[in-house]
């Protein structure tokens, strides 16, 4: 295991939460479905109660430390489904292109003239090298460093530097290496296999009309930050219950958000969960008609295996997505922030900066740094040991069936499948 240094500020009351301010008018399928879901958070809060799984759920500690299991979720999850890898906005405009890596692999999106969203390999076809550094640029063209090939957003070859010298060159089939890609409801999704069909229809079902309503193709990226964590089901599994906001976020989380209490929706692979608000308890008792969900819901939109948009109702959101990193016991988070409207006075930079600073030390300073001690936990436990999702904990529940359901789905007889508790 990789031990990351305690950097954590020292303080006890925890950085500043911003001021959680609407950022979008809901109407027609989107308020009918926000009032539905308080409704349903109004009712827990009442009962003093949560949505539950119906029993708990056991998971075998060696899925979080088998080096042979994780390779097979690799290539059994991960380069089988889409993977929902950029926000449409972030490559907006075109000939606007991002780099980044996914467990290992470089790759290059771009958008050519046309506006045509494509995605390749990161690798020159001449000698291999990295193209592009991680993160967002533009060009008509893209340029190796190494010795100047270039190359058109389309992936083909564009230019050869000292092509007369250097000698025969089939430049038709020396262009990047592609891989499947589409656009769908502000999100670029691809997949690491090289000619498979991408169903993003079927994949996405009912979660579709979730992010369709969240208008994701509105938002201005703010900033971006890369976080080191532990395996990524330990890192996932935070984002999805806020059974811990009393104890570990006691000084920020559960400053605006209830904990113990929250709606789930699962649609297909992915999921909803809403966590009832601060405000909440003071709009239970006033006429259903003047509730704002905005102000006393906050969901978090999980598309599988694990892109996270949080606040999607509000000025200022936290998109995240954890990907495994090379080895099991690594994984790598882009956390960025997006707003409704663009930071461009000085309160409005001040006001997103808050933002990224408060989601970074929560996210990365609370939450990762204790899975970097349940990481060390489950390396420790006996043989045959389990973790123990509680009832209360049903998208951490959810999470791991999905996992099990397509490692079996996709299961090729060759790699392992996950442990089962008995």
């Known amino acids: 295991m990789t031990a990351m240094p305690d950097t954590r500020p020292a303080a006890t009351t925890g950085p500043a939460a911003p ?32 949505e539950q799984a119906e029993s708990t759920w056991r998971e075998p500690v060696t899925n979080y430390r088998d080096d042979e299991l994780f390779e097979a979720e690799k290539e059994l999850l991960f380069k089988q489904i889409p993977l929902p890898l950029a926000l449409s906005v972030e490559i907006q405009e075109p000939n606007t292109r991002k780099a980044l890596e996914v467990m290992g692999v470089p790759i290059v999106l771009t958008r050519d003239a046309a506006g045509v969203t494509h995605a390749f390999l990161n690798i020159c076809r001449h000698r291999g090298a990295r193209l592009c550094e991680p993160g967002l640029g ?7 460093p190494y010795h100047n090939w270039s190359y058109t957003m389309e992936g083909k070859v564009a230019g050869v530097y000292g092509e ?3 000698g025969e060159i089939d430049k038709e089939n020396r262009g ?5 890609c589409e656009e769908r409801h502000g999100l670029v999704f691809v997949c690491l296999t090289p000619g498979k069909e991408l169903d993003l229809d079927t994949w996405l079902g009912g979660m579709g009309e979730v992010l369709e309503d969240l208008r994701l193709n509105e938002l201005h990226q703010f900033s971006s930050r890369q976080m080191p964590g532990p395996n990524w089901k330990v890192v996932i599994e935070g984002f999805l219950e806020g059974y811990h906001f009393a104890a570990l976020h006691k ?10 209490i929250s709606a789930f929706d699962s649609f297909g692979a992915h999921a909803r969960i809403a966590f009832g608000l601060r405000p909440l308890p003071d709009a239970v008792d006033e006429p259903r008609e003047s509730w704002n969900p905005i102000t006393n819901v906050g969901p978090i939109v999980w598309v599988f295996p694990g892109l996270s948009i949080a606040g999607g109702w509000r000025d200022r959101m936290a998109i995240a997505f954890p990907m495994p990193g090379r080895s099991r016991d690594e994984s790598m988070t882009e956390q960025r922030i997006f707003t409704r409207t663009p930071a461009v006075t000085e309160n409005e930079i001040h006001e997103a900066e808050v933002a990224r600073d408060f989601f970074y030390d929560v996210t990365y300073g609370e939450d990762y740094f204790t899975g970097y001690g349940v990481q060390e936990g489950v390396l420790n436990l006996p043989e045959g040991d389990t973790q123990l999702f509680g009832k209360n904990e049903i998208g951490v529940q959810h999470i791991h069936r999905t996992i099990n359901a397509l490692m079996a789905a996709n299961d090729d007889g060759v790699h392992k499948q996950p442990a089962v508790a008995n």
């Open 164 to 166: 007369s010298t250097f």
């Open 176 to 180: 990047l290496f592609e891989l499947p």
């Open 19 to 50: 001021e959680y301010r609407a950022g979008m008018v809901l109407e027609g399928r989107a308020l009918d479905t926000a009032m539905s879901v308080m409704d349903r958070v109004v009712a827990f809060y009442k009962a003093k109660s949560t």
């Open 138 to 144: 533009s060009g008509r063209a893209i340029t190796c």
């Open 251 to 260: 000084d920020t989380v559960f400053k605006t958000n209830l904990g113990n």
